[in-house]
């Protein structure tokens, strides 16, 4: 019934990593699990059974979702407020930094001799563990850095004296 739009706005929102990054975490996550050695697999499934070949592409996964933090919650969940309905523009993961990456890691993998593609791959998978730690970093430093520099709306606003 009101004249204006408005819209449920959650409390807080998490910080979310620029989209080049998310880009380059999806490049990262699939190009991982496109190239994952042969080896690899086989002595998993010889050592621990074939199950276990599961937990890799899991791992990759909760990697990505560790460093990118996808929203859980559709608008209007969730403890928030209402405010006047705005256009947010989507922003969409940045494709040029998923196909690079994705490409880099790919090539790197397939043109090394057959020797050197598992430890290839493993040094791009301590990179993007590496890249999750930074991105949890990141974010623990923004949102501090929210915490300590947005006025509490809760506190008494100070007063002028004349």
């Known amino acids: 019934m009101c004249k204006e739009t408005l819209q449920w706005k959650r409390d807080p929102e998490p910080a979310q990593l620029p989209s080049g990054l998310q880009g380059i975490a999806?490049?990262?996550?699939?190009?991982?699990?496109?190239?994952?050695?042969?080896?690899?697999?086989?002595?998993?499934?010889?050592h621990m059974g074939k199950w276990f070949a599961v937990l890799i592409p899991l791992l990759l996964l909760a990697m990505f979702v560790i460093a990118v933090r996808p929203t859980i919650q559709g608008p209007g969940r969730g403890t928030g407020h209402f405010v006047l309905a705005q256009p947010q523009p989507f922003q969409k993961?940045?494709?040029w930094a998923l196909s690079i990456i994705g490409?880099?890691?790919?090539?790197?993998?397939?043109?090394?001799?057959?020797?050197?593609?598992?430890?290839?791959?493993?040094?791009?998978?301590?990179?993007?563990?590496?890249?999750?730690?930074?991105?949890?970093v990141w974010r623990r430093s923004v949102e501090r850095h929210k915490r300590l520099y947005t006025p509490?709306?809760?506190a008494p606003s100070p007063t002028r004296l004349s």
């Open 26 to 46: 999806i490049g990262i996550a699939w190009a991982l699990y496109v190239t994952i050695p042969t080896p690899l697999l086989q002595w998993i499934k010889e």
């Open 93 to 95: 993961h940045k494709f």
């Open 103 to 136: 490409v880099a890691i790919m090539a790197s993998i397939r043109t090394a001799p057959q020797a050197a593609q598992l430890p290839l791959w493993c040094a791009w998978l301590g990179l993007a563990a590496a890249g999750c730690l930074t991105a949890v």
């Open 152 to 154: 509490d709306p809760a």
